[in-house]
């Protein structure tokens, strides 16, 4: 339905329910709140994963109405002036101004400091709206849903082609973090467009352009990649959005560094989230840390955000992330397979896997850390699952 309220729009996954007094007497649009631009195209991710992962029909179908109402929220309401990209506007009182996952009031900022006018399409959200669209079509193809799928192909391949043309910037051979009510860019150096390496939207050619200015010193840290290069103006690495290190956005970047056959690098972001985990209260991944320089002469860590959430939900899913990209685990249970290849990291000598849900089934495995090249034994598969120890078809 259609409440302005609280940002809702038919078809649109919601961004957070609170409850407790100033939701039970309405004096916050948190009742549920809708005010995300990703929260939408991110379940239609999640609902692939689900796919590749647990191959699960009879769970697909009951979800495909939501994902077709899903699909054309993207669509109409997403795309609201129909340029080919999703975008957002603040609409709600006391509802969030910057509605991507940095959500902060000053996430979204001109070098000079300035706000960015909006609406804005953000550079990650078209890489999830990609992903979305690529990962749909290939699952539907499966089940005979062709019409469908070639449709979404198609929409996919043409988003592709118009982002490269909008979100590229020449002077500085990165992605802009998005774009403005003028459809200018906005050419801050951020960690966004280290999203859509994971999402597959991006050229394998600028993949390694972007990959060399995302370990570059202005950009990563030693423990991590930050937020905003330190060569912004705005750059404080004590700032919520502005030059801080989060471990889930890192966890993204390092499954696109691998989806681009990026290892080395993609090595070298899990060693220092993984270090910087370690020495932290109870060993834990914290929401976000600090984006100070590592200082590798002394064995200190990362300086702590003080208010940052420990535990917090996505600082735990990270380190589950980091380690199916350091595993190589890439699910494709629809057609009856897994690739598993894994990269060195950190001190590992052997890790071990057992009862891992994949398909009808379960894959349990051990990998042991003795030279360049890691070994695996498989202990047990699904039998009507097929384990590649390899990298899958890089698919763009």
């Given at each position: ?102 959500d902060s009031s000053d996430s979204l900022l001109y070098p000079d400091g300035r706000p960015a006018e909006l609406p804005a399409a953000l550079v ?100 991590g990649i930050r937020t905003l290069s330190t060569d912004s103006p705005h750059y404080n690495p004590m700032s919520y959005h502005n030059g801080t ?152």
């Amino acid at each position: 339905r259609l409440d302005p309220a609280r940002e809702e729009e038919p078809g649109k996954i919601l961004h957070e329910a609170r409850y407790g007094e100033l939701a039970n007497l309405k004096q916050i649009p948190h009742t549920p709140y809708f005010g995300s631009v990703d929260s939408t195209p991110l379940f239609l991710v999640c609902s692939v994963e689900m796919m590749d992962w647990l191959n699960d029909q009879d769970l697909f179908v009951e979800l495909l109405p939501a994902i077709l109402n899903a699909l054309a929220w993207v669509d109409r309401y997403g795309d609201a002036d129909h340029d080919g990209f999703v975008e957002y506007a603040e609409r709600a009182s006391g509802g969030v101004r910057n509605q991507g996952w940095k959500d902060s009031s000053d996430s979204l900022l001109y070098p000079d400091g300035r706000p960015a006018e909006l609406p804005a399409a953000l550079v990650e959200v078209q890489g999830y709206v990609y992903q979305a669209k690529v990962g749909l079509s290939r699952i539907l193809e499966r089940l005979g849903q062709s019409e469908l799928a070639d449709r979404l192909a198609g929409e996919a391949a043409e988003l592709r082609r118009r982002f490269e043309l909008k979100f590229w910037l020449d002077a500085e051979q990165f992605y802009a973090q998005g774009l403005d009510r003028h459809k200018s860019p906005i050419p801050s150096i951020t960690s966004n467009p280290a999203h859509c390496l994971w999402a597959g939207i991006i050229d394998p050619e600028r993949a390694e352009l972007l990959r060399d200015r995302l370990m570059a010193p202005d950009m990563f840290s030693g423990w991590g990649i930050r937020t905003l290069s330190t060569d912004s103006p705005h750059y404080n690495p004590m700032s919520y959005h502005n030059g801080t290190v989060w471990p889930h956005d890192n966890s993204i970047a390092v499954a696109g560094l691998r989806r681009y056959r990026h290892a080395d690098a993609a090595g070298q972001v899990i060693d220092g989230i993984m270090e910087a985990g370690i020495r932290m209260p109870n060993h834990r991944l914290p929401e976000l840390f600090c984006g100070f320089r590592r200082d590798t002469r002394y064995n200190n860590g990362p300086a702590e955000y003080l208010v940052s959430c420990n535990p917090q939900a996505w600082g735990a899913g990270a380190a589950f992330h980091l380690m199916q990209t350091a595993l190589g685990i890439v699910p494709d249970t629809t057609a009856g397979r897994v690739y598993l290849n894994p990269i060195p990291f950190g001190q590992a000598r052997s890790v071990e896997v057992r009862g891992m849900r994949l398909g009808n089934g379960k894959l349990s495995f051990k990998v042991g850390y003795n030279g360049d090249r890691p070994h695996v034994e498989v202990l047990e598969r699904p039998d009507d699952l097929t384990v590649i120890l390899d990298e899958p078809p890089v698919i763009t």
